[in-house]
């Protein structure tokens, strides 16, 4: 795949707060990128830079092989969903999808068809069959060519939505950029247009930008995430690969994935000795992490519970696992899964396991986990050293 | 770069802008503070345009406050001074009670006729002081309906009562009651009803609540009702003009006396900017009152009183229809709606009388009066609907561009722009047109007098209506609307055409009705600035009054009510269907 849209050293500040911190990012073509992060990171400041309502202190922005840095917005192919949609609301559905075609038509137009356009919309709109022609398709393609003439006060949430998709969408922009569409949605809904919109990448070969706070969204929709964090870009990755091997414990901690011990790393024996504060030590590879203060990340999922007295328990731990004494404080059952509140002598540990399984219904037991997973981040430096490797 | 080309076009608009503020507002205000210390009528920019820059050196030579001390010497500006204030406190005080009454009235689902009194309360909206005091005389002064009625039946109606402070307070609070009736009932509807309701589950009763919570809470908007009740009856030319007698003084009619009856520009200057600076400061007050003390906006959903039942009340079950506290309610409402209807009755039934003898009632109706005043002789109010249209369409245009601007793109000296702008809506007309008649009446900027300083100064005065409407409307617009515009394809001017426009319409029709209607019915500015061959009838009907023809005066009057109360029904009647 090519890349689509290349943001490279993007500088953005308004006044002493600095909105995108040198970001620099290649968009492939045809895949959903989402820019995750917390409310004030920068990702709607680089959202509204590529749309071309914000414009960068230093760097470029590159649209296939043109660059668009200083272009206006509606010199650029590019469509925008907005959070509230933004819908014309003094115009009905029909003329909201061809405003876009209307607005170029405009440009494009001698002075007696400009001053036509100027007077009113809709005649000229329905007069022209190739744009009601294109209207009607975008229309058709999420499904409300039977509310075209309706206003959008009159529409529930969800079917604005569509409006604001088919509007974005009838220009035929190259990249479609989309400020947390979804945020205004009940969950059920959610889902639903998130399985649209994965349907819509794959029959028109788009191009999206997501913007979103919410991570679970951005994991399910998303081919490839950023993550930015205080105006920096800090990770690209795949969903699986940012779930598995965030670059960082701030990131880890954005992500809400707990587990997060702090502890001490010392070499002995050629082997790598942790001590966490929680009251275990954990005996992993030397080339695992520097000596020093550390912080480990264990991820709820690879957390086995075991029921003390059990014949699991009683066996001795596999090769290459850590065994802990804990008590359960506190289940919160999840249907297929079970989040357990784990004691273990000096903290508190989540494990997230099957319902199926019966380790968890007991007080006394033993956690388990593979040695392996166990990611170290050095205190007070950024990128993580781990085993099981990042990018 | 966009960025450099979208600035550099808002930067042209704005020094236009600026140049427009200082030609209008600044010239005239300097020139009265020069006129004020020097005694001369002498504009300093005239000087510099001239290219005799010692002039002004030598203007400066002769500043002095002599001038000023000598004013505040004289015992008869003293007493207009106080008389003024006085008069515009009393009427501000009985305005703020009245308009809170009334605004009750319109709400207490237990006050009989309330939807009746809700209607009635716009309307003194479209009887401003002028038309006021000419119905106020038509109706009880000498000559007038009450007197014609009444003496032969022999009851002897104290027709000179009507000449004094009573009378000019009685026409002011009727007429300026609505601006505290409708800021007063929106700000009742917009409390937070849960704050009622804790304070009842706290064991307060109604009659509880009313002093300790809402009242309390409406204290803003009282007070802020109160100011600006203060500002339009200190700024008030047109009322003191028709109905005090010459031996009772106020400071506005001595200003315009001052300058038409003896060229006296000190005198006349010293007032003006004696007016101007209480104005302002009542103004002040108002803006420090409402900032920050907004307790609509704490983040509840406040409760709709509209739908039978007012902030701070709970009607029980076995509550009478009527208490006698409502049914009081709608006594008073009844008593100070009379008046405007009796106005308006009285300028209708004169303006249809051909000659009236020695009975109760005319000796004959005719159409004479309203057809020579619209058909013989159409030209004052074809000069007002010229001036008028001319007048909404330069301030609607200056206006929005401002809110453009201010809106859209914000810049450096913002506040002081849009504080320029809507100072002049403050400015009384007597005061701002001495100023303009003593910075415009020598070359090179010799526009004194002639129909362009008219409007200009309709212009100057009315573009604030404008700013405000348009502003407020496109605050509330959210931008994406104009930035999804643009992501679609569309340049400004399209953007501006099918966006903004359509969207800001209703605020523009709105404010220019409101303009028209106080175009058409202006006094002040009109009576200094009018040139002889451009009269607007709002002087026709002041001269027939003057010269005792009542019934063309009333002619005249019945149909300038109807020229602001026909836009304003209408507009009325559009918005309410727009809404449902």
Not at chain 1, 363 to 388: C, D, H, K, N, W
Request: charged content about 15%.
């Amino acid at each position: 795949m090519s890349t689509k849209l290349i943001f490279d050293g993007i500088s953005r500040r308004f006044g002493t707060t600095v909105a995108a911190k040198d970001v620099t990012l290649a968009v492939k073509e045809s895949e959903i990128f989402a820019l995750l992060g917390p409310s004030g990171s920068g990702k709607t400041t680089l959202l509204r830079i590529a749309a071309g309502f914000e414009f960068p202190d230093t760097g470029t922005v590159t649209l296939g092989d043109r660059e668009i840095t200083a272009l206006p917005p509606w010199d650029r192919p590019i469509g925008l969903m907005f959070q509230q949609y933004a819908l014309f609301p003094h115009l009905d559905v029909r003329t909201n999808v061809a405003y876009g075609l209307l607005a170029r038509r405009f440009r494009q137009a001698g002075l007696l068809e400009r001053l036509q356009l100027l007077i009113g919309l809709r005649r000229r709109a329905w007069n022209d069959p190739e744009m009601l022609r294109l209207t009607d398709e975008a229309l058709e393609l999420v499904e409300i060519a039977h509310l075209a003439e309706r206003r959008p006060a009159n529409l529930s949430g969800g079917q604005q939505q569509r409006v604001a998709l088919a509007r974005a969408l009838v220009t035929r922009p190259e990249v479609l950029l989309l400020d947390e569409p979804l945020s205004a949605l009940d969950a059920g809904l959610r889902e639903r247009v998130r399985a649209e919109l994965r349907a819509l990448k794959t029959k028109l070969g788009l191009t999206m930008i997501y913007v979103t706070h919410d991570q679970e969204e951005a994991f399910a929709l998303a081919d490839r995430i950023g993550v930015m964090l205080e105006g920096a870009l800090v990770q690209v990755a795949s969903p699986t690969e940012l779930y598995r091997a965030p670059v960082s414990i701030e990131v880890a901690e954005f992500l809400r994935l707990p587990n997060r011990l702090p502890g001490e790393a010392r070499v002995a024996d050629g082997s790598l000795s942790v001590a966490l504060e929680a009251g275990f030590a954990l005996k992993m590879d030397a080339a695992a992490c520097k000596p020093g203060g550390v912080t480990a990340l264990i991820h709820p999922e690879e957390i086995h519970v075991l029921a003390a007295g059990s014949a699991e328990a009683k066996a001795a731990p596999a090769e290459g696992f850590t065994r802990v004494a804990a008590t359960v404080v506190d289940t919160e059952f999840r249907g297929a899964s079970v989040m357990v509140t784990l004691a273990v002598p000096n903290g508190t540990l989540f494990a997230l396991v099957s319902s199926q399984e019966e380790g968890w219904r007991r007080r006394e037991v033993l956690i388990e986990f593979r040695t392996m997973s166990v990611r170290l981040y050095p205190q007070g430096a950024g990128a993580a050293t781990t085993l099981t490797g990042g990018e | 770069m966009a960025t450099h080309r979208v600035r550099r076009r808002g930067r042209g608009l704005r020094i236009g802008l600026w140049f427009y503020l200082v030609i209008a507002l600044l010239i005239p205000l300097v020139t009265l503070i020069v006129v004020a210390f020097t005694s001369q009528p002498v504009n300093p920019v005239n000087a510099l345009l001239a290219g005799k820059p010692h002039l002004i050196l030598d203007l400066l030579r002769q500043f002095s406050a002599e001038p000023v001390i000598e004013v505040f010497q004289t015992a008869r500006y003293r007493q207009a001074l106080g008389n003024s204030i006085a008069l515009s406190l009393s009427v501000a005080l009985i305005a703020t009670i009245g308009g809170t009454l009334v605004a009750f009235a319109t709400l207490k689902p237990g006050v009989p006729g309330r939807r009746t009194w809700w209607l009635l309360s716009a309307l003194p909206l479209a009887i401003p002081p002028f038309l006021g005091a000419i119905g106020f005389k038509l109706l009880a002064g000498r000559g007038g309906l009450l007197p014609k009625m009444l003496d032969p039946l022999g009851f002897d109606w104290p027709a000179d009562a009507v000449y004094s402070f009573g009378g000019v307070i009685l026409v002011q609070v009727v007429t300026l009651m609505p601006v505290v009736t409708l800021g007063v009932r929106a700000a009742l509807q917009r409390l937070d009803q849960a704050l009622g309701e804790a304070a009842f589950t706290l064991g307060a009763t109604p009659s509880v609540v009313l002093p300790t919570v809402t009242l309390p809470l409406l204290l803003p908007s009282l007070g802020a009702g109160f100011l600006l009740v203060f500002m339009r009856s200190f700024g008030d030319f047109a009322t003191p003009l028709i109905l005090l007698p010459p031996s009772k003084k106020l400071l506005i009619v001595e200003a315009y006396k001052d300058l038409t009856g003896g060229l006296f520009w000190a005198e006349a200057a010293i007032q003006s900017i004696l007016i101007i600076l209480i104005v302002m400061a009542a103004m002040a007050l108002e803006r420090r009152m409402l900032k920050g003390r907004d307790y609509h906006s704490l983040g509840h959903r406040a409760g709709s009183s509209s739908e039978g039942s007012v902030f701070g009340e709970l009607r029980l079950p076995s509550a009478p229809r009527s208490t006698w506290g409502e049914r009081l309610l709608a006594l008073v409402s009844g008593g100070i709606f009379t008046v405007p209807i009796l106005l308006i009755l009285s300028m209708l039934l004169l303006a249809l009388t051909a000659s009236w003898g020695d009975s109760p009632f005319p000796d004959a109706l005719t159409l004479l009066n309203l057809s020579r005043v619209t058909v013989t002789s159409p030209r004052p109010l074809v000069i007002t609907l010229i001036a008028s249209i001319l007048t909404i369409l330069v301030s609607l245009a200056l206006g929005s561009l401002a809110a453009y601007l201010l809106r859209r793109q914000p810049g450096k000296g913002d506040s002081l722009l849009e504080f320029g702008l809507n100072m002049p809506m403050v400015l009384p007309g007597i005061a701002l047109g001495i100023g303009m008649i003593a910075a415009f009446n020598a070359p090179p900027l010799a526009f004194h007098p002639s129909a362009f300083l008219l409007i200009l100064a309709y212009v100057l005065t009315r573009t604030p209506n404008a700013l405000e409407s348009v502003g407020a409307a496109m605050h509330q617009l959210p931008t994406s609307l104009e930035e999804a515009s643009a992501t679609l394809g569309g340049i400004p001017l399209f953007t501006q055409r099918h966006v903004l426009a359509p969207l800001l319409e209703p605020a523009l029709t709105s404010a220019a009705v409101m303009i028209f209607f106080s175009v058409a019915n202006d006094i002040s500015l009109t009576l200094l600035l009018a040139p002889t061959l451009f009269t607007p009838a709002s002087i026709s009907l002041y001269h027939e009054m003057d010269s005792g023809r009542l019934y063309l005066a009333a002619a005249y009057g019945v149909v300038l009510f109807l020229f602001t109360a026909i836009p304003y029904i209408w507009q009325t009647w559009r918005q309410s269907r727009a809404t449902g």
